[in-house]
């Protein structure tokens, strides 16, 4: 259970850095950071995803960058939160868990429904693997809780 924990907290810790990185660009030009990031990438500007990650740098404000990091420290909370509950062994945290990892497994199915890529089956199935793992203790718990049923004299 300590290593979902720590799982949740360093997804935390990752959420706070993009969230202050975004900040690291309030009154400067993210836009020709983002084509540079495109071509250091070896990426071709002209495709689809990297096409929609330069129009978006071309018109974001600074309020939104503001926006987006306290989305970030909001987000990284919960994951803060949960994994503090799970390292503590709280059977509210496993729930959460369940439900916060669960809602994303559809989402993944789907994109990797709409294209077979590693990244997306590791995602997918590490997910799954969290998920699965967090109901196995629950259950595991519920068992040892719930008295063998005894037969009547």
Not at 12 to 27: D, E, P, R
Not at 33 to 46: G, I
Not at 88 to 106: C, D, S
Request: proline letters at 4%.
């Amino acid at each position: 259970m300590r290593a979902v924990a720590l799982f949740e907290g360093a997804k935390g810790m990752l959420v706070i850095l993009a969230g202050c990185g975004l900040l690291s660009f309030i009154h400067k030009d993210i836009h020709t950071t983002a084509v540079r990031l495109v071509e250091h990438l070896h990426f071709n500007p002209a495709k689809h995803y990297p096409r929609i990650f330069l129009d978006a740098t071309e018109r974001v404000t600074d309020s939104e960058l503001w926006a987006l990091a306290v989305a970030a420290l909001m987000y990284s909370g919960v994951r803060f939160f949960e994994a503090a509950g799970l390292w503590l062994g709280k059977k509210w945290a496993e729930w959460f868990g369940v439900l916060t990892g669960g809602m994303y497994i559809p989402v993944e199915l789907y994109e990797v429904a709409r294209g077979v890529s590693w990244p997306k089956v590791i995602l997918l199935a590490g997910n799954i693997g969290v998920v699965a793992y967090l109901l196995y203790t629950l259950n595991r718990k519920e068992t040892r809780r719930t008295p063998a049923l005894q037969p009547s004299d």
